[in-house]
């Protein structure tokens, strides 16, 4: 049996819209409960973040803001070692977490981040704060496919902050 032409286009571009829907909804923490959004690829952006972070949070990224609260201190201005929480939105409906690497100036930090890119580990990824206060709410990310800034602006809440960790 033969598919016509008409419903592989079809199919195509229904793909072509979906996927980034998909890729970008990849940062489900697990154990949360919450299946929509879920990815199951290699890598999240939860788990990573928890691993390569002082930040012991669980859950969808999203909600790793209000987990946080009485447990960490959050911030509007970033520092080496942060967890930058994305809100959940169309585009990322779990939102998503990374590890501030490198602050740059006060609009500029590198992260380092999973599955922003599906199924990989970013590293000194570029973050920019377009925020109007610059107060972290409203970012740009790099996109390694097309070697600038990403266009979508994403809304962000801010910073969660590792335990101080004195030495001896």
Known sequence: MSVGWRAVVFLFGRACVLLPLLVLAACAGGGSGRVSGSWNGPVQCAPYAREHSAVN????????????????????????????????????????????????????????????????????????????????????????PSRRLGKTVYPAYGFIEPPWQGGS
């Open 57 to 144: 949070l669980r859950g969808d990224a999203a909600l790793w803001w209000n987990g946080s609260r009485g447990i960490y201190t959050r911030s509007s201005v970033p520092h080496e070692g942060d967890v930058l929480v994305f809100r959940a939105t169309r585009r990322l409906p779990s939102g998503h977490v990374s590890v501030v690497r490198q602050v740059r100036n006060r609009r500029l930090v590198l992260v380092d981040h999973a599955n922003w890119e599906p199924g990989r580990v970013t590293r000194a990824a570029p973050v920019v704060d377009v925020s109007p206060h610059n107060d972290w709410t409203r970012v740009r990310v790099w996109w390694a």
